[in-house]
Structure formats: structure tokens, C-alpha cells
């Protein structure tokens, strides 16, 4: 980078750091929805003593995508809890947490023991961790809240199952629970929304929930810290019953109902009234159609008009309303009906299945039919333009969706819908022109996509780049099976397994279910033993219990622990919740008493058992032996355990260059005049880390340095082309400070006009910093003081998966109205990768006479090569599609990982450089 400092840059540098979105009083910080989640529990805090209270705070719950890294942000910021009296307390698993929190509240029973005012309580954990917690959740509302404590429940939901099993919407569970639900719709409402959470919850007695996605937790920008930006209003038209709302003893489980049902939840609708938390964005008094929309969906909707070119003035002008839902149930009537009045039609956007929908149909119900407005939602009118009975009572009611329930939304859908209705409701003809443009781009763009997704169907042109193992992954070896058996997956890295097409294992179950199907399958089948994973997290978690359930009924299977010293799916948190983690030894005693049938312990490193006292049958074998044991152990009967101890390679990169964990002097190279090209060292690791390299005699391999993990199990086949080096070291870069002297100058970019929000999207391979790209832009815009949106993709896909961060940069955050860059709306794509640059997904948001890309063009080989040794990397067809997206003269290409290696020794350094040569290309532009 060569651009020169300004005074306004130089001086946010000496006043911004890094820990301001925990530390800083008042004021605005650069942070993530994560991170708001932590700051959270200290803003409310905070309030409290302004108010005169003596709190605290109590969090657990249970680590899960798309709150995969809360615990670790929570563990990083545990001086500044402690100096706000929050505690943290990881749960066991989901339930259990929120049983814990539940004790939080009982405290109010012992008044003369305790030691706070009152304590409020989070619990936190993904979708199907709700599903886990429905008998506690309903528990413990009925029961109440404290007076000064309350309760808010966080979901992390993942709409689009990207790293998941399922696709998950815990609206309706938190309904069922009884919980009135948020949902908030950017980083500032996190904060903001979860004070009145927790004044909701003290107010009316019962938990509350709040649901947050990938698109918003996962989003960073500038918020507000100040803990007197919200003001709470408690209500004074809702009349307390003799006794109050909040949780007492004795408490006969009728009386509670009856409390929930009776008073509780108008409680919190008044709380809801008196707050203005639903309200209208944009109205006029001669309004006529109406938007609803809540969460995500709002701003996608947001951002839809002013993509249709229906900006405030305009949306008067048509008379066009705009309704902002924070508390998506119960929906509050009174403002509902304020909102419906005199509108002829209502759109409602949300995603997934309709809660706010059919609350609205109920509560416009018994209108008149001349003031009652139409609803529209999920579906639209058929060719019969009725909708009396609703969707149910048509035979396929999805042949006229409208806004889809499955999958998610994007502002291109919803601007297709927006128009499609006001061109019903009638417009002048300039505004039906101004949206037909953006249509027209949308409906282009979907058939551009479609006619490459046929032709790559009919060729395989631009390939596609799926998760993996990590280099030197443990699962490389331990999901092995011997020929002739089958195995079953779990939750965890080890669930890629199951489309890795040599480890004949398929289905999965729930977290805690691992292996149970085959009880229920054993007696029906010819089939005599089966091998099923199970990480070690999982087991922690629950399940022990499943193979207590293998055990009971008396089956043959073989579980295999995986043994990974570190929950690497969420970021390498230790085994359990314990300082000493949960170890080996640990398990195999809990085991033994359980009754299983045989115990082994198979190992990378087997001598560190040689002084173990173990238990008489155990033994502990080299890693090597894996297949041979196996064999043994199919013929065995009843619930056998292999427990397989290897130490995840990514923790052990974090702890080498962390200095806890010594480094590997043992490296591998491939002598390429002695390489066949085989592909036999492929087959023997299943590793990332072993590359083709192309030479005058032919496809050898190679290993790259930068991002083996020393694993060497690649030297495991009758190969004599490999070359192990001990206590070497590789070669440092020659020195090029003299070159780069000779350069010349390059000129200094033309900064984008920013009035409305220019859009970047980063596109890479996962784990190799793309994100990283991503908070490196969000944060140098929040330190320029300009209004910026961040929004990282995570899980799953950071296993080597396609991976995207998402940036837009305005002169003020109201110029920016979703976390994502939208359909053909990219200023600027930084292909850190060609395969997912030239994906559907990134070539969505490329427009013609818009986008420029800046292209790595270095050949990453697929996972593709370590099963196909003739693996050609589709190059040509991926830079011939990016062209024909943006046109020539809008991409500018070269390769940043060679020249990243050559200059600097590392190929880690490669994302940056390609930011830094987007930087600098933007001059020539």
C-alpha cells in the first residue's frame, strides 16, 4: 500500500484500538455481532449501577455455528466480564446450560444468601440446541424470571444449512416455548434490542428469545456503546396482578400455567406498545401499500426499493408503507392495526415459514371487508385471483410462491415480488420503467447463471471447491474403514467424510445420536457389525448416552472416538469445559464402566502411553495398525470402542506458533525425477498439502510448504521420490528490497464516490484469510469514519470450502442497508481464487458495466486431485467466465500466491497482496 496518511487517519490511529468494543465507555467501536453479544452483559451492567442496582451476569450454553466463535470471544474478553461481575460458565451441553441459567433466576428464593441485586442470565447455542432445550425452556418460563434479573435465550439460526445439517428457524420453537422473540436486524440492534430483552423479561416474568443468523451475527460495523442510548419506558397501562409476575416457591404448576397464560404474555405485548418496538419506517397519509418485514428480510427489503429506485420521496409519492417488526411474536396488535390502516394491500417478507404472516391474517380477521386490506406473503393468487381459505386449502399451493419459505431471501427477490404487486396496484409509467431496469438486470443475471450451471453440468468448465480435511487432519487416517464394512457419520469435522467417495460411509444423525440407528436396523438386516464416528466434543456433549443405548441393546458396532485434543469445527476450544480439557484416560475409564465389550487406543504418537497404568485388557497401538484392529474388531460382539488419539493439525499450527506446542523438525519433499505422478501419496494421506506439478516429463507431485501440517503420513506407500528432511529448515527468500527500489512510482488510486454504498466481495479459499481481508477493510473504513458493513461467511467452509466476506463502504452507515453485496450490485471482486470467483455465487454479483476484478490466477489444486490424479484445473473456462461477466477491460489478473512465495516465503501472505494490487489497480481504471 502507498497511499500517504492523513491527519484525520493518523489521529484515529494514536485513539483506535482493538479492545474499544469492549473497554470503550461511550462512544462508537468497530465490532461484530459476535462481539456485541459480549459487550452486551456489560452494557446492562453498566445500566443497572446508573439505575442504583447491584447486578451481575450469568452465560452458558453451548459453542455451535453461527455463534461458533461466542465462547472464545467470551473467554478473550474475561477481564472485562469479571470487571462487570459476568460470569461465564460453558455448558456440558445446551440444556444443561440453560438449566444453569435457569438457577440464576431461583437466587430471588434466597434473598438472605445472595449477593446481587438480582442476576440476569444469557444462554446461548445453535438451532438444534433449541430444539434440545424445549423441556427446559418450557420449565423455566413458567416458573419466571427474578425481578432483577431476566433472561434472554440467543439462537443462532442457519437458514441455508451452510454449516449445519439441517436448516434450522427457531422462531416457532421459541413461540411454542412461550418466549417472546426478537429478532434484531443489524450488529446496533444486538445491543440495542437485547436491553429491552432483558427489561421485557424483568418487566413481564418470562425468558425471552432472540434469533440471529449468519447475515447479521456474523456482520461487523460501527455501533453506538453508550449505555444511556436506549431508553426504556416500562408500561403504565398494564394493570400487575395481586402477588406479581416473577418466579416464587411454593408454585403449583396450574398456577403457573395460568400466570403465563393469564397475565405474562400481555405483559410483554404492553412492554412492546409502550417501547415502540415495532413501528413504521416510512408512512404517509395516503398510503396504500404496505411492507412488512422483520430481521434480515428488513433490510434485504430496504435495500430491494432502493434498488427498484423507490426512495423515501417516491415510496410517499405511491404511497408505499414501510413497517419495522423487532418482536416477531407476539405480534403487538395495536401497532399492527395502526400500521394496516388504510392500506388495500400488505406485503409481508420474512424468511422461512410464516410467523408474522398468519398473526397478521388473524388479527386483520374480523375487519370489514371494506376496510380489511389484502394480505400477501408466502404465495400469491392463482390464475383464479383467489385467496379465499388461504394456501392450505389449494392442492399445490407452492406453484404460485411469491417469497419462498425455503432456502433464504435476497433483495433481488424481494424487489421481483415489490414490483410485481405495485404494477397490480397500478404505478405511473415512469416508476414501472425505473423498477422493469432492475428487474430486467435480475432476470438476466438468473438466466446467465442458469445457461453456466447447464454448461457446467454437460462439461465440468469452472469445477467447484467443497470442504476437507485440513492438511494433516487427523480424519485422514481414522475414518478409514477395511474393505467389505461400512460406517455411519456424526456431527463435527468428520461429517465431511461422508461425501469423500473411497470412505464408504454414509447417513448421519443428530449431535448425541451417533451410531443408534443400528439398533433399530440390526435386527432386520443380514449385515452383523457396522463402525460409526464420533468426535470427541460430541461425546462429551452426549454421546456417552448413545453408546449407553448400543450397549442396552446388545448390538455390533464399533465406535471409533475421535480423539482431537480440540472442538476444531468452532476454533480449536479444548475438549469439555475443564482447564485440563477431558482426556483419554478419562473416557476409556467412563467406558469401561459402561460395559463395553473391548477397549483399545490407537495413536500417531503411541509411546506417550508406555508409563500408563492401563486397565487390564487396553492396549494402545500405532496408527498404522488401524486397519488390522478394525478387521478384529467386526468380528466381535457387541459395543466395542477404538479410541483414536491424534491431535487436530490446525491446533497444532496455533500452538506452534503460539510456542506451546514444539516445532516439527521433520519435513517431506517429493524428488520430482523420481515421481511417477502415481498419485499413491494422495491416496495414503487423502491430503490438500500434496499438489500436481506440471514439468517437461510430465504430472508429478509436489508438497506445499506452507500449508503441510507435518503429518507424513503421505510417506506411508512404496514411493522412493520422497525425501524426508530432519532438523532442516526451508529457504528464507533472497532479499528484494534493491529490486523493489527500481520500481517505479505508482500513482496514488481515485477513491470511489461513496453517497450510496459501494460493494466489495472477497472470494477465496476457507482458512486462508479471507475473512481476514474482509475485517482489515471494515476496520480501516471505521477509523476513516466512514459507514461500513462487514459479513463473513464461516463453518464449514473454512475447511478449504468456497468462502466469501462481503464489505460495503458509504460516507454514512444509512447509505447501507444490508450486510451483503446483492444481486449485479459489486463494485469490486478480490478473486483470492479462480474456481470460486468464477462460481455461481460470485459471478451473481458481477455486473458488465460495474465490476471489476482483481484475479489470483496461481492453481490451487481441488480436493478433486486427491482422489482424481488426472485433476485438471479448469483456468481457461474459470477466466473466460469472469470475463464474459465483467468484460475484459474489468479484470485484472496475475499470480499473487508465486509471487507471494517468491517475495515473501509464505503463501499466507497471498490474500493481502491481492488487496493491495486491488488498491493499486484502481488507478489505471
Known amino acids: 500500500m502507498n497511499a500517504p496518511l492523513t491527519d484525520a487517519v493518523r489521529q484515529a490511529l494514536e485513539k483506535v484500538t482493538l479492545d474499544d468494543k469492549y473497554a470503550l465507555p461511550t462512544g462508537r467501536a468497530f465490532m461484530s455481532g459476535v462481539q456485541a453479544l459480549v459487550r452486551l452483559p456489560m452494557l446492562q451492567r453498566t445500566r443497572d449501577a446508573m439505575s442504583g442496582l447491584n447486578t451481575a451476569g450469568f452465560i452458558s450454553g453451548y459453542r455451535g455455528s453461527p455463534l461458533g466463535g461466542y465462547d472464545q470471544a467470551l473467554w478473550q474478553a474475561k477481564k472485562h466480564l469479571q470487571a462487570q461481575h459476568v460470569v461465564f460458565q460453558p455448558g456440558v451441553n445446551e440444556e444443561l446450560g440453560a438449566t444453569a441459567v435457569w438457577g440464576t433466576q431461583q437466587l430471588d428464593l434466597f434473598p438472605e444468601k445472595a449477593k446481587y441485586d438480582g442476576v440476569f442470565g444469557l444462554w446461548y447455542g445453535k438451532g438444534p440446541g433449541v430444539d434440545r432445550c424445549i423441556d427446559v425452556f418450557k420449565h423455566a418460563n413458567m416458573a419466571g424470571t427474578s425481578r432483577f434479573g431476566g433472561v434472554i435465550a440467543i439462537a443462532g439460526d442457519d437458514h441455508v444449512s451452510k454449516s449445519s445439517t439441517a436448516p434450522h428457524q427457531s422462531d416457532h420453537v421459541f413461540k411454542a416455548c412461550g418466549f417472546p422473540t426478537f429478532f434484531p436486524s443489524s450488529v446496533q440492534d444486538i445491543l440495542d434490542m437485547g436491553l429491552h430483552a432483558w427489561a421485557l423479561s424483568r418487566f413481564s416474568g418470562v425468558w425471552t428469545g432472540m434469533k440471529t443468523i449468519q447475515e447479521v451475527v456474523e456482520s461487523a460495523t460501527t455501533v453506538d456503546v453508550s449505555p444511556d442510548r436506549v431508553k426504556i419506558i416500562l408500561p403504565e397501562d398494564f394493570p400487575m396482578p395481586p402477588g406479581g409476575l416473577h418466579i416464587r416457591w411454593p408454585d403449583p404448576p396450574l398456577e403457573q400455567e395460568a400466570r403465563l397464560m393469564d397475565h405474562k404474555w400481555y405483559a410483554a405485548l404492553a412492554y412492546v406498545r409502550a417501547n415502540k418496538l415495532n413501528y413504521n419506517v416510512i408512512e404517509s397519509a395516503q398510503d396504500r401499500f404496505g411492507i412488512i418485514a422483520s430481521g434480515k428480510a428488513f433490510n434485504d427489503t430496504r435495500q430491494a426499493l432502493a434498488d427498484l429506485g423507490l426512495d423515501e420521496a417516491t415510496c410517499h409519492r405511491l404511497g408505499i408503507r ?9 405480534l403487538e396488535a395495536h401497532i399492527t392495526r395502526e400500521f394496516a390502516l388504510g392500506l388495500q394491500e400488505i406485503l409481508v417478507v420474512e424468511e422461512k415459514r410464516q410467523i408474522i404472516e398468519y398473526q397478521l391474517k388473524e388479527e386483520l380477521y374480523n375487519w370489514r371487508a371494506d376496510v380489511r386490506p389484502n394480505v400477501i406473503g408466502k404465495f400469491e393468487e392463482g390464475d383464479d385471483a383467489d385467496l379465499s381459505g388461504g394456501e392450505w386449502s389449494r392442492p399445490n399451493p407452492s406453484e404460485n410462491w411469491l417469497l419462498r419459505a425455503k432456502a433464504d431471501l435476497t433483495p433481488a427477490i424481494i424487489a421481483k415480488a415489490i414490483a410485481k404487486r405495485l404494477k397490480k396496484l397500478g404505478v405511473p409509467e415512469d416508476i414501472a420503467r425505473r423498477m422493469d431496469q432492475r428487474v430486467s438486470v435480475i432476470e438476466a443475471k438468473e438466466r446467465e447463471l442458469a445457461a453456466l450451471a447447464s454448461a457446467g453440468a454437460a462439461s465440468g468448465t469452472t469445477g ?11 480424519h485422514n487416517t481414522s475414518t478409514r474403514v477395511p474393505e467389505g464394512s461400512r460406517a455411519v457419520a456424526g456431527i463435527g469435522c468428520h461429517y465431511m467424510v461422508s461425501w469423500m467417495p473411497t470412505r464408504n460411509t454414509a447417513t448421519f444423525t443428530q449431535m448425541g445420536g451417533e451410531g443408534v440407528p443400528w439398533v433399530g436396523q440390526a435386527p432386520f438386516t443380514n449385515e452383523q457389525h457396522i463402525f460409526t464416528n464420533l468426535g470427541d466434543g ?13 450397549i442396552a441393546a446388545g448390538v455390533n458396532i464399533t465406535y471409533k472416538i475421535l480423539y482431537n485434543d480440540a472442538v476444531a469445527m468452532t476454533g480449536g476450544q479444548r475438549v ?21 465389550a473391548k477397549l483399545v487406543v490407537v495413536s500417531d504418537l ?14 494402545v497401538h500405532h496408527r498404522d495398525e488401524l486397519d488390522r484392529i478394525q478387521r478384529e474388531f467386526r468380528e466381535l460382539k457387541g459395543t466395542t470402542i477404538i479410541i483414536y488419539d491424534q491431535t487436530c493439525a490446525t491446533e497444532k499450527r496455533r500452538r506452534r506458533k503460539r510456542g506451546t506446542l514444539a516445532t516439527a523438525d521433520t519435513r517431506v519433499v517429493i524428488n520430482p525425477l523420481v ?23 510430465g504430472r508429478k507431485r509436489q508438497i506445499n510448504q506452507s500449508s503441510c501440517n507435518q503429518d507424513l503420513s503421505c510417506v506411508k506407500g512404496f514411493c522412493p521420490s520422497f525425501v524426508t528432511v530432519t532438523g532442516g529448515t526451508l529457504k528464507k527468500p533472497a532479499p528484494v528490497a534493491g529490486q523493489a527500489a527500481t520500481l517505479p512510482p505508482v500513482p496514488e488510486p481515485v477513491l470511489p464516490e461513496a453517497r450510496h454504498a459501494w460493494g466489495i466481495v472477497v472470494a477465496g479459499v476457507g482458512g486462508t484469510g479471507v475473512i481476514t481481508i474482509g475485517q482489515l477493510l471494515g476496520m480501516a473504513a471505521h477509523m476513516e469514519g466512514k459507514g461500513v458493513i462487514t459479513q463473513d461467511a464461516a463453518g464449514l467452509a473454512q475447511k478449504g470450502g468456497a468462502t466469501w466476506s462481503h464489505v460495503q463502504i458509504a460516507d454514512t452507515i444509512e447509505a447501507i442497508h444490508t450486510t451483503k453485496v446483492d444481486t449485479a450490485k459489486a463494485d469490486l471482486v478480490i478473486g483470492c481464487e479462480a474456481i470460486v470467483t468464477a462460481g455461481k455465487t460470485t459471478l451473481s454479483v458481477m455486473h458488465p458495466e460495474r465490476t471489476y476484478v482483481a484475479l489470483n490466477t496461481h492453481r490451487t489444486p481441488t480436493a478433486a486431485f486427491v482422489t482424481d490424479p488426472d485433476w485438471v484445473f479448469p ?4 477466466e473466460a467466465a469472469i470475463g464474459r461477466a465483467v468484460g475484459s477491460g474489468h479484470l485484472g489478473a496475475f499470480d499473487a500466491e508465486a509471487l507471494s512465495v517468491k517475495l515473501l516465503g509464505d503463501s499466507i501472505y497471498t490474500n493481502p497482496m491481492m488487496l493491495g494490487y486491488a488498491w493499486q489497480r484502481a488507478a489505471s481504471r
Open 322 to 330: 414501510l413497517h419495522k417488526v423487532n418482536v416477531v411474536w407476539p
Open 464 to 474: 467447484d471447491r467443497v470442504p476437507w480435511f485440513c492438511s494433516g487432519c487427523p
Open 538 to 550: 460430541t461425546y462429551f456433549h452426549s454421546g456417552l448416552l448413545a453408546i449407553r443405548q448400543s
Open 576 to 596: 469439555g469445559e475443564r482447564p485440563e480439557g477431558h482426556s483419554v484416560l478419562q473416557i476409556m475409564t467412563s467406558l469401561l464402566s459402561e460395559g463395553v
Open 606 to 619: 503411541p509411546d506417550k502411553y508406555a508409563r500408563v497404568d492401563l486397565p487390564t485388557g487396553v492396549t
Open 675 to 697: 515421481c511417477e505422478g502415481c498419485g499413491d501419496c494422495s491416496e495414503k494421506s487423502n491430503c490438500v498439502s500434496v499438489e500436481p506439478l506440471e514439468t517437461p516429463f
Open 875 to 878: 483456468n481457461e473456462a474459470c
